[in-house]
């Protein structure tokens, strides 16, 4: 198989056809797929939410399918359903998640309830209806987006689900140069998510998620890691803390950020490096917090930097 770095550096370009300027953004949501993780793009309606996760989606030779949400869906619509057949039997129709690669559109656009109905898809990779699992073909990811909490006709996403993706990323409005360059590609007669093509197979995929789970870790490392998270739970700005889910992320997204950077073994640069997009999602700020404005960055960065770096590597 080729190698990682290849492969990657591959993707990067090609999705680069379609999205112009945002290599960082597109370097984090790839190290998400490598660590089997879910992503949630959130950003203002027209900076290239849905391009940036078609693109990753065209990339990979996976089955791909995309759901607008929208207040009407409901959780079986996600889920699937079963109904009688011509003989009388139940049979299993399969929802709109049975796919490897989803684009969930404006996911915060849906009711509470069909949002949860995502849970169980996210965390264990299946689906139960009427009493019957269903597993789902791996690679599988969930690409979200929403629009910002304050826009008219979204619901906020609850904290059981935004503990479930993996990584929170922005993308952010283009620089003027970027967006002149934007204007030029779509100039033209073809668009340029058109010119966005196949990379790898889910085959690639999988060993590339392989590959990262070898990556070492030292145990000063991971007591870096979990004194993090233990800050994030004692602090009287924020009203939630860190998980056990984002300790465990958080490792794994520093074991994928260490092989990009050449390495089989992590440093704590890749923690501070992976720290923003892994845990800010999952923080509530206290009313303190907010009174003194603050946001969750913020505290996030005090806290991190009260935290003693390892030095020594065993």
Not at 46 to 64: E, H, I, N, P, Y
Not at 214 to 236: F, G, L, N, Q, W
């Amino acid at each position: 198989m080729t190698s990682i770095s290849a492969i990657v550096s591959a993707l990067k370009q090609n999705i680069a056809r379609a999205v112009v300027g945002k290599d960082d953004v597109v370097e984090l949501m790839l190290i998400a797929l490598l660590c089997e993780g879910h992503v949630l793009i959130e950003d203002v309606p027209g900076v290239g939410k849905t391009t940036l996760a078609s693109a990753l989606a065209r990339s990979l030779s996976c089955s791909f399918r995309r759901i607008q949400f929208t207040p009407d869906i409901t959780p079986s619509d996600i889920t699937g359903f079963t109904m009688p057949n011509l003989s009388g039997e139940m049979q299993y129709r399969p929802g709109a998640i049975m796919s490897q690669i989803v684009l969930a559109d404006e996911i915060n656009r849906t009711s509470p309830k069909t949002q949860s109905a995502l849970l169980e898809v996210m965390e264990e990779r299946q689906v139960t209806v009427d009493g019957v699992t269903y597993p789902l073909a791996r690679p599988f990811m969930v690409l979200a987006t929403q629009n910002p909490v304050d826009f008219v006709g979204t619901y906020p996403l609850p904290e059981a689900q935004m503990d479930r993706f993996f990584m929170r990323i922005s993308i952010g409005y283009p620089s003027v140069a970027d967006e002149m360059e934007i204007l030029e590609r779509y100039c033209g007669e073809t668009s340029p998510m058109q010119t966005v093509g196949v990379i790898c197979s889910s085959e690639d995929v999988l060993a590339m998620q392989q590959e990262v789970k070898t990556v070492y870790c030292a145990k000063e490392v991971r007591a870096y890691i979990a004194a993090i998270c233990a800050a994030t739970r004692d602090t009287a700005y924020l009203n939630l803390g860190a998980s056990t889910r984002a300790a465990i992320a958080l490792l794994h997204a520093s074991q994928a950020n260490a092989l990009l950077c050449g390495r089989d073994y992590i440093i704590p640069e890749d923690v501070q490096h992976m720290v923003p997009s892994v845990l800010c999602h999952r923080l509530v700020l206290s009313s303190e917090a907010r009174m003194r404005g603050y946001s969750a960055p913020q505290v996030l960065g005090e806290l991190l930097s009260s935290v003693r770096i390892p030095v020594k590597l065993k």
